[in-house]
């Protein structure tokens, strides 16, 4: 039976382990919290919180396959999962809000996104890297341009609203009644203020919701890039993932031993477009709303560039991390910046600093120090740690001379 | 990969492709439109051409000798026109109606001001934040990424997050009238401007000590150091060339504009980015030519076809990379 | 040729390293090199493909920081010095690319070396009549000059200024035979100005005709050291240290004229 269970996690995890026990646990706590999500966590907030942490561990995720795996920087990934939540919006909005609509929605979504992948594949891989980085940022804002100019279609600036099916919306009820739910956050922060009366607060904890549409469209989205997830797993430890790691190591060698590097990179650049483009559309169908600031602005770039590395690049497990972390304090450390603003009063000129809308500066100033001081991100040192512990324990000295 | 040192002449043994662009450009364009209005149109792309080189040689320079990639230099150009900005406005206050000829000169102490502060942040950005990266290029592309967030957003922590009008002094208003045609006064300097930087750098590049190490520095560092030389240094002079420069474009992009905003710089790196990889990078006379290139059909696009405008510029880009990756003037190897 | 008495002869070596170690990534390149190079001297270095000669010459140059040992020149220790300050205490290095500047003119290439500028006249003729084809080339772009015209640039970019130290790369790679004689000639007459030169060579011809003095290395590490004289009278130890022989009479080695006179040498 044992044995079963480990060929079986071994087969989902592609033999990806988190090879650290610290690791195993933050991840298999994220995994759970999310699987029950619904259950654990009230109101809207909550739900728009959990929901783009599930979308954003695929987005970024996808942007690792790039950066960790190739070592080279894009700027269009927004435009990927643009073109995702564009082609879902624009379709709904044309064909109705019908289950089909979404199927092509989708399918129009990853045909462009396959074209835009190749289409920056073939003009920027011929040459050296770096070109790679100009040419998606020059292509990315070009696309946010087209975009606005084509607003009788895309809603311009404005963007768009959406209607979804029925069975994803807040009036469909998948259980008539209400169903239980138990609410950690305000059950730890109570007991942490008020220790003496935990029973009451255990009591007061619990709450009641309707299994709705909304629930359901969480679950879907759930499970989408939860197999999303493991499929990216899949695929950058299999052969492909191994040439790509051989590329990133010295690509001389590869083309020597007769790997095309310019074949493996397209592969690589056109699947991680396809899942952001997936991730995009979920967005869609998660928000009802597209708009180029929620999808393509260079803000989310640069959020997803932060996750990553924080998180650790070339480990998609730093994406689950590096989302948590990243969209938990987004959606609070902004109203704690609220807080100190207000206190701080207008006069001070420094007061400016802690405006919430500057919570961009602190975030470039916290992605500078993580590029000097976490370079291999969260999931990279708790490896390295778990590593230099297993080499100890096994009482090997480092070779100095190797 | 190594040397793809193309020389014109192979590629077309009889006919230099670049006058040939050039050409085609301004004829095809001529034929298109009534002879005045091309006039108009030709220095307008003129000299919005002249405003991008000055912006982009610091960066086309910095990329071709140090190669780095430096996604921060569009930040610099933004600071450059607040800070120019600040300078002539409160000037401007101060030494009220002392007449038009004293408020077009005090349009040089704001570009004086706005090149040495930065200058100044330019070496401190070299130092603080690209020196401890310097080789690795993701690092670095993300450091400088990072580090024009943090610009941006200090600019509207000290200016505010909303736009400054900055109108341009009396004198530069309006245009001069020959032969029925319309030329813009303030067109006229910029171009007079860019072609002065333009014909300084060449001179420091060609006839002096520094130049020569510039240029060495371009194709091979190491031996430049091998010789003698702390190429460390030439790096962080170009670096701090390249900010200023940054700077006093932004001013002179303000100035056009007559209104600046903090994401002025953003929205201007990615024009930056395409005429250094039209030009070539690491040539101030590939710079130069592309910058013209990119300003004159994106001029004659909003006339002829407005629709395709802002398109006009990423198509050459596409176009330079399917023919000519190397760009206009190749010095780097592809 | 043969000066050995001058290493004993002589008071200090101008250059010495003494167990020195490099490291490039995993690989430990150099495990503990010993040599002396004294004033007014021409050393060559010998040994297969990949023993270290060449990251040798380069960790002197502070190209590759060396992990253990010291270097000292000139009576001071440099191991931790720059590169550009290694270069300023007068040595020259010239590396196996040459390093010449292609875009930049022979006369360009000529100036940048001389760092007390402007180029001292009398210098420069002297050196022309060593290079005479430089002269012809002034103007020209020194990416269009042939291999052979670059290893003469690169030389005389060394000598642009007089050093106490040559370091050269391999400057026979590639050169035409009549060349290797202007080579020859050149880098005597550098060392008759008083200046050594440190050089690594596979041209075992060249070898023979300049070198005073010989260290063959193999594995990072020096293996033998001695007088040219001393290597060439020895057959046995020319077998041994390198897989073949000099052949002072046709002034080729025997790897050269092929397996004939191999054959008649071992009889």
């Known amino acids: 039976m044992i044995k079963f269970l480990k060929n079986a996690l071994h087969n989902l995890l592609s033999a990806s382990y988190p090879q650290s026990k610290m690791l195993a646990a933050l991840l298999l706590l994220v995994a759970v919290a999310l699987s029950f999500a619904p259950f654990l966590f009230q109101g809207t907030v909550a739900y728009n919180t959990y929901t783009k942490i599930c979308i954003f561990i695929v987005l970024v995720a996808s942007y690792d396959m790039l950066i960790g795996y190739t070592r080279i920087v894009s700027f269009a990934h927004t435009m990927f999962y643009g073109i995702g939540a564009y082609a879902m919006a624009i379709t709904l909005k044309q064909l109705g809000p019908q289950w089909s609509s979404v199927m092509v929605g989708l399918s129009l979504g990853l045909i462009v996104a396959l074209l835009a992948a190749l289409l920056i594949a073939v003009f920027s891989l011929r040459v050296q890297a770096v070109f790679f980085s100009m040419v998606t940022l020059a292509i990315a804002s070009a696309f946010a341009i087209l975009i606005s100019k084509l607003y009788t279609i895309t809603g311009g600036e404005d963007g768009m609203i959406i209607r979804t099916p029925q069975e994803i919306g807040p009036a469909f009820k998948l259980v008539a009644e209400k169903v239980l739910g138990f609410d950690v956050i305000q059950f730890i922060a109570a007991a942490s203020i008020d220790p003496s009366n935990v029973e009451r607060h255990f009591e007061a904890a619990f709450f009641k919701f309707y299994f709705n549409g909304k629930t359901v469209l969480y679950y879907g989205i759930f499970t989408l890039s939860t197999l999303l997830f493991l499929l990216m797993l899949r695929w950058m430890n299999s052969p492909f993932g191994r040439v790509l790691q051989a590329i990133r190591e010295n690509e001389f060698r590869a083309q020597a031993l007769g790997f095309s590097t310019v074949y493996y990179r397209t592969l690589n650049v056109c699947l991680s477009?396809?899942?952001?483009?997936?991730?995009?559309?979920?967005?869609?169908?998660?928000?009802?709303?597209?708009?180029?600031?929620?999808?393509?602005?260079?803000?989310?770039?640069?959020?997803?560039?932060?996750?990553?590395?924080?998180?650790?690049?070339?480990?998609?497990?730093?994406?689950?991390?590096?989302?948590?972390?990243?969209?938990?304090?987004?959606t609070y450390l902004q109203d704690l910046m609220a807080v100190v603003y207000s206190k701080l009063g207008e006069d001070f000129v420094w007061a400016g600093l802690f405006n919430p809308d500057r919570w961009l500066l602190w975030l470039g100033v916290l992605f500078i120090l993580s590029v000097y001081f976490i370079p291999r991100g969260i999931v990279g040192e708790l490896r390295y740690r778990a590593e230099g512990r297993r080499i100890k324990a096994a009482g090997l000295v480092k070779d100095d001379q190797l | 990969m190594k040397g793809n040192l193309i020389n014109s002449q192979l590629l077309l043994p009889c006919i230099k492709?670049?006058?040939?662009?050039?050409?085609?450009?301004?004829?095809?364009?001529?034929?298109?439109?009534?002879?005045?209005?091309?006039?108009?149109?030709?220095?307008?792309?003129?000299?919005?051409?002249?405003?991008?080189f000055v912006m982009s040689s610091g960066m086309t320079l910095i990329f071709g000798l140090m190669g780095i990639l430096n996604m921060a230099h569009g930040a610099f150009i933004t600071l450059g026109a607040f800070i120019g900005a600040s300078v002539f406005i409160s000037l401007r206050s101060v030494g009220d109606g002392l007449g038009e000829l004293a408020d077009l000169a005090l349009l040089l102490p704001a570009i004086l001001v706005s090149s040495l502060v930065c200058a100044l942040l330019g070496y401190l950005f070299e130092r603080l934040i690209i020196r401890p990266v310097y080789g690795d290029h993701l690092k670095q592309i993300l450091v400088t990424v990072g580090g024009a967030i943090v610009i941006e957003q200090l600019i509207q922590v000290f200016w505010g997050p909303n736009e400054i009008p900055l109108p341009r002094p009396e004198m530069l208003r309006g245009s001069f009238i020959i032969a029925d045609i319309a030329i813009q006064k303030y067109r006229i300097l910029a171009v007079l401007i860019g072609l002065a930087v333009y014909w300084s750098m060449l001179r420091v590049i060609n006839h002096t000590r520094i130049g020569l190490l510039i240029r060495a520095g371009v194709e091979n560092p190491e031996m430049v150091e091998a010789l003698g030389y702390r190429i460390g240094l030439v790096f962080v002079l170009v670096f701090i060339a390249g900010a200023a420069l940054a700077g006093v474009g932004g001013v002179m992009w303000g100035l056009y504009d007559e209104m600046i905003t903090a994401q002025l710089g953003e929205q201007l790196l990615v024009q930056v980015i395409i005429v250094i990889i039209v030009g070539g990078l690491g040539s101030i006379q590939g710079c130069m030519l592309a910058a013209l290139l990119v300003g004159l059909l994106s001029s004659y696009m909003s006339y002829l076809l407005p629709a395709l405008a802002p398109f006009s510029s990423i198509g050459l880009?596409?176009?330079?990379?399917?023919?000519?990756?190397q760009g206009l003037i190749p010095i780097m190897k592809t | 040729m043969a000066q050995e008495n001058r290493r004993e002869s002589a008071a200090k070596p101008l250059l010495s390293l003494s167990g020195v170690h490099t490291h490039i990534g995993h690989y430990h390149i150099l495990a503990g090199v010993d040599l002396q190079v004294y004033p007014a001297e021409i050393v060559v270095l010998l040994g297969r493909n990949g023993v270290g000669k060449s990251t040798t010459l380069r960790t002197i140059m502070h190209l590759w920081q060396a992990s253990k040992g010291n270097i000292?020149?000139?009576?001071?220790?440099?191991?931790?010095?720059?590169?550009?300050?290694?270069?300023?205490?007068?040595?020259?290095?010239?590396?196996?690319?040459?390093?010449?500047?292609?875009?930049?003119?022979v006369q360009e290439n000529m100036h940048l070396a001389a760092r007390e500028a402007p180029l001292n006249s009398e210098r420069l003729d002297w050196i022309l009549t060593l290079f005479p084809t430089l002269q012809k080339y002034w103007q020209l772009e020194a990416g269009n000059l042939s291999g052979g015209q670059k290893q003469m640039l690169a030389i005389a970019r060394a000598i642009v200024e007089p050093r106490k130290l040559l370091i050269i790369d391999e400057p026979s790679k590639g050169l035409a035979p009549a060349m290797i004689n202007q080579l020859i000639s050149a880098l005597q007459k550098i060392q008759q100005e008083n200046s050594s030169i440190l050089l690594v060579e596979q041209n075992l011809h060249l070898a023979q005709r300049l070198a005073d003095h010989v260290y063959v290395m193999d594995e990072g590490r020096v293996v033998h050291s001695g007088a040219m004289s001393h290597l060439l009278e020895n057959k046995r130890l020319q077998q041994q240290l390198l897989g073949l022989y000099?052949?002072?009479?046709?002034?080729?080695?025997?790897?050269?004229?092929?397996?004939?006179?191999?054959?008649?040498?071992?009889?």
Not at chain 1, 280 to 287: D, I
Not at chain 1, 304 to 309: A, K, N, R
């Open chain 1, 273 to 330: 477009a396809l899942v952001a483009a997936t991730a995009g559309a979920m967005t869609a169908l998660q928000l009802k709303y597209v708009s180029p600031d929620v999808t393509l602005s260079f803000t989310i770039m640069v959020n997803i560039l932060l996750m990553v590395v924080i998180g650790g690049m070339g480990t998609l497990y730093g994406a689950v991390l590096g989302v948590s972390l990243f969209v938990l304090a987004e």
């Open chain 2, 17 to 52: 492709p670049i006058p040939l662009l050039f050409l085609a450009v301004f004829g095809l364009s001529l034929l298109a439109m009534p002879a005045a209005t091309w006039v108009t149109i030709s220095i307008a792309g003129l000299s919005m051409g002249a405003m991008l």
């Open chain 2, 317 to 325: 880009m596409l176009a330079v990379l399917m023919w000519r990756p």
């Open chain 3, 72 to 105: 000292c020149f000139d009576g001071s220790d440099i191991t931790k010095l720059s590169t550009s300050q290694v270069a300023r205490r007068s040595i020259a290095y010239v590396p196996e690319d040459m390093g010449v500047f292609s875009k930049l003119t």
């Open chain 3, 246 to 267: 000099f052949d002072p009479l046709t002034q080729h080695s025997a790897e050269e004229n092929g397996q004939s006179t191999a054959a008649l040498q071992s009889s």
